[in-house]
């Protein structure tokens, strides 16, 4: 009947593949990288990470990316840059209305120094910013979102590092892992009631057509797949056990993976965080070639992953941080009510934990020994 009135012109099936938003978590923690100066600068990851991009970015047109800063005691967006736009009062001149420019918020800034992708110079090390006063020249033979994410990236990266004062950090050598996380994850569920938003807004079938592709999962439109990946180069990050462990399980209420790139350092979090969602969790033996291990173990999304064998963590490090020391524990005391892993009293909800004799040796009752029959011989 579909055939005969026509219905079946406005059934909508989708065999496209569905779209993909990549949310990549860059440590951006200046110790770290000053480390890493003769083995990997910050300005050749950030070139590696680009073709990542531009990948990621070919694979679909519908594709999307996310990149978050995850600096020494904050956490801003890379890309896309959070711009306001003012807009101004029309100019009246002889009589008439002159509309003003208007201000695009993709359009570059030639003006704004940026990062080069080259290298140190001159002796600079590689992890500072150098200044470009230059225009950069727009190419046509290069695809505009490629370039625009581009220069986003090295604009906003280059502003970061120098506004971060030098007394700044001096007093702290940790990265806000946990705050990057859930900036991304607010930017992964507003992009995905958007989409969702738009798909139902745009779709307009009719009652029979509806009826019939109500099971046909087909004509379903597809949903955003996200996953997060970071890029880590710190290491002890103990102090924010709390505000990490509510990201990973949200993370994993959400079926979003989190993906681990550890180039330098050792964290027992980030493990964890990989392990719960289904993520790839790898350390770099050699950081050179960061450009192969993220095409190799990073690029391809969850569908992708059900055909192939993805790198995993042979051994997990399960253990917790201790409230009052900050430390990784082997073994701790766990508060009844609020279940953190604690020493005498909770830091959380002040209950003062009965330790009792803890650590004494047990009383141990000695066996009675049986006393022998003696019997006869012969």
Known sequence: MNAVDGSEHYEKTSDEPPPSLLTIILDTNPHAWALLADTLPLSKAIANLLVFINAHLAFNYANKVAIIASHTQRAEFLYPQSTSITAAPPSHRNGSVKDPDTEMPDAPNPRKPSLTLHGPSNGAPASLPRSNTTQPTDDANKYRPFRLISEALLSSITSLLTATPVSLLASTHTTSIAGALTLALTHINKQTLLLSFSTNSSSTVTPAANSSSADD???????????????????????????????????????????????????????????????????????????QYLMMAFLPDQTSRQSLVAPTAVGVDFRAACFCHRRVVDVGFVCIFCSPPEGATCLTCGTHLHLGDYGAKPAVVSRKKKKRKNRPEG
């Not at 890029?231 to 709390?242: P, R």
């Not at 979003?256 to 969602?277: E, N, R």
Request: aromatic content about 6%; some cysteine.
């Open 217 to 291: 999962p087909t004509a379903r439109p597809p949903s955003l797949q996200s996953r997060i990946l970071i890029l880590s180069v710190s290491g002890d990050l103990a102090a924010q056990y709390i505000p990490l462990m509510n990201n990973i399980f949200a993370s994993q209420r959400q079926a979003i993976p989190i993906d681990i790139c550890k180039i330098a350092g050792d964290t027992v979090f980030l493990q964890q965080a990989s392990d719960a969602t289904r993520g790839v969790y790898m350390k770099l033996e050699h950081p050179q070639g960061l450009l």
